[in-house]
Nanobody
Framework: QVQLVESGGGLVQAGGSLRLSCTAS????????MGWFRQAPGKEREFVAA????????IYADSMKGRFTISRDNAKNTVYLQMDSLEAEDTAVYYC??????????????????WGQGTQVTVSS
């Protein structure tokens, strides 16, 4: 069993930055796929970014490419989402997710087995 705890959310002005953290317990982040998703009010959960099990391959949603960066610190067993140039449309609850089986990152929420409780990000315009 893997437990995921997100932190780092908050209120930021448009154009600002935030860094979200996702600390895992129960399994090393270096042994599992990790991803970030988000859900805005009244909308479905959407893919943001993901990291391969090796840590060497990342994928991003098109609207986040160039603004968001996913990374991890194996020593801290933590995955990060650095968010720059934030826009009001980025306001959402951000969720960290982990997947057991596949090595490569995936965009489908259905292919992740463990989820954190979410952290709120609010971008004011």
């Amino acid at each position: 069993q893997v437990q995921l705890v997100e932190s780092g959310g908050g209120l930021v002005q448009a154009g600002g930055s935030l860094r979200l953290s996702c600390t895992a317990s129960g399994r090393a982040v270096s042994s599992i796929r990790m991803g970030w998703f988000r859900q805005a009010p009244g909308k479905e959960r959407e893919f943001v970014a993901a990291l391969s099990r090796s840590g060497g391959y990342t994928i991003y949603a098109d609207s986040m490419k160039g603004r968001f960066t996913i990374s991890r610190d194996n020593a801290k067993n933590t995955v990060y989402l650095q968010m720059d140039s934030l826009e009001a449309e980025d306001t959402a609850v951000y969720y960290c997710a982990a997947g057991r089986d596949l090595a490569l990152p995936t965009r489908s929420a259905a292919q992740y087995d463990y989820w954190g409780q979410g952290t709120q990000v609010t971008v004011s315009s």
